[in-house]
């Protein structure tokens, strides 16, 4: 089988294809046959060794998949030969076989599509969390999401429209902002062209908002901290612009509001019967069209520099897939 390798840390430049044989499964272990390897912007830091997840060299990339289950060791889970099944194993997916804990897999409902699900667990997965859990958004409330056209924020521009709550969805281009009204975004603000504090009071009458959903941080924070309004809740998600802030704490003080962490991969360790139940919903959710789990494109393993390429050029609009030869 066909693997895509990290053997030292650098740019997706260093990352290279090599032939491997096929794993194992043992106790409590499937294999799986790989239809789609989902990326991530992390991704991009964990090959440079930048991440907090720091996978032992030689790695394969991407954290989390879809396919067919091949082969399973004893234990089986309820699982059986043949079901379409997702995963999320936090980095090693970018390969045509893996072996997986049958804990760690989900089945797919039949009408959910193996590239939609490749790409679910974590974008969705982590949105769900911090607006449910972490948020604790309600109906009728004012969710911001900045970076609204990338993966984390796509979801959120979705799941927030779901969950009731009117949308500003931000992002640096025109082109983004009419991409991510398909999804659910009742108003837009460009802020590569325009003011993001003054666009945020004009679109609240002065109110302020009550969420904002921060993937991008560096020079967005402050002026999205800035916006919220009394009791408002301000989502640290990550750094896409690759500087973390240093926002004025005065101003929680004054607005009564609130920052909140999202950590999904340790919130799935540590309440793993709240994520089991994200996840159940998010599959619902995703069967049934009420989210889209949109994806940019779906490259052959062997483009994988082009897959790269899209999200460290920020052109990706949702989720960014390597395809394997056995994808239907
Ligand atoms: N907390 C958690 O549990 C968790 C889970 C998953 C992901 N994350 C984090 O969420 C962030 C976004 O991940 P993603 O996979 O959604 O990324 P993505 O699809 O690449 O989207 C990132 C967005 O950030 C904006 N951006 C601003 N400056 C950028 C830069 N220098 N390079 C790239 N993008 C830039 C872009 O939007 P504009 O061009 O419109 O500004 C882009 O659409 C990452 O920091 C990731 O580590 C956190």
């Given amino acids: 089988m066909k693997a895509?390798?990290?053997?030292?840390?650098?740019?997706?430049?260093?990352?290279?294809?090599?032939?491997?044989?096929?794993?194992?499964?043992?106790?409590?272990?499937?294999?799986?046959?790989?239809?789609?390897?989902?990326?991530?912007?992390?991704?991009?830091?964990?090959?440079?060794?930048?991440?907090?997840?720091?996978?032992?060299?030689?790695?394969?990339?991407?954290?989390?998949?879809?396919?067919?289950?091949?082969?399973?060791?004893?234990?089986?889970?309820?699982?059986?030969?043949?079901?379409?099944v997702l995963g999320y194993t936090g980095f090693g997916c970018a390969r045509e076989k893996l072996v997986c804990p049958v804990d760690k897999l989900a089945a797919l409902p039949a009408s959910l599509p193996e590239d939609k699900a490749a790409g679910l667990s974590i974008t969705y997965g982590t949105t769900l969390h911090a607006l449910k859990q972490r948020a604790d958004l309600k109906n009728g409330e004012t969710l911001v999401v900045l970076g609204a056209s990338g993966g984390v924020g796509l979801a959120a521009v979705e799941i927030g429209a779901l969950m009731g709550a009117k949308v500003i969805a931000c992002a640096s281009s025109d082109e983004k902002l009419a991409f991510v009204r398909k999804f659910g975004a009742a108003e837009t603000v460009n802020y590569a062209t325009s003011d993001l504090r003054a666009e945020l009071k004009r679109l609240t009458g002065g109110r302020g908002v009550d969420v904002v959903y921060d993937p991008v941080g560096g020079a967005l924070t402050e002026p999205a901290l800035r916006s919220l309004g009394w009791k408002g809740r301000l989502l640290v998600i990550g750094f896409a612009s690759g500087e973390i802030p240093k926002p004025p704490l005065n101003l929680v003080l004054l607005k009564g509001c609130d920052i909140r962490g999202v950590f999904w991969g340790d919130f799935l360790t540590r309440e793993p019967q709240v994520h089991l139940a994200n996840m159940a919903a998010l599959l619902d959710y995703a069967a049934s069209g009420a989210i889209s789990a949109h994806v940019h494109a779906a490259y052959p393993l062997e483009s994988y520099l082009e897959a790269f390429g899209t999200i460290a050029r920020r052109e990706a609009l949702g989720k960014v897939l390597l395809k394997m030869p056995s994808a239907a």
């Avoid at 990290?6 to 997706?12: L, V």
């Avoid at 990352?15 to 789609?36: F, Q, R, T, W």
């Fill in 4 to 84: 895509l390798m990290c053997d030292k840390y650098g740019p997706p430049e260093a990352l290279h294809i090599v032939d491997l044989p096929d794993p194992v499964p043992g106790e409590g272990e499937a294999l799986i046959e790989v239809s789609y390897a989902s990326l991530n912007f992390f991704d991009l830091l964990v090959i440079e060794n930048k991440y907090q997840v720091k996978p032992p060299l030689p790695f394969s990339p991407a954290a989390e998949f879809s396919g067919r289950i091949a082969a399973l060791g004893p234990g089986d889970g309820g699982f059986k030969i043949g079901d379409r």
